[in-house]
């Protein structure tokens, strides 16, 4: 029996491994485009706002 938990450890750390670089390694940039697109937008808008006074 202890022959038995001494391999399964193994097993169970591979399997995690494998699990978690699946993860790691995902693909990430679905949310990048919303960013940049809100990123735009927030540029636009500061370009457009004026404070209504005259130069400094």
């Not at 029996?1 to 390694?25: C, E, K, T």
């Not at 949310?31 to 927030?42: N, S």
């Amino acid at each position: 029996m202890a022959v038995l938990a001494w391999l399964l450890i193994p097993l169970f750390a591979a399997v995690g491994a494998a699990i978690w670089g699946g993860w790691a390694s995902r693909d990430r940039t679905t949310g990048d485009i919303a960013e940049l697109t809100g990123y735009a937008r927030f540029r636009e808008a500061m370009d457009k706002t004026h404070s209504g006074s005259g130069p400094a």
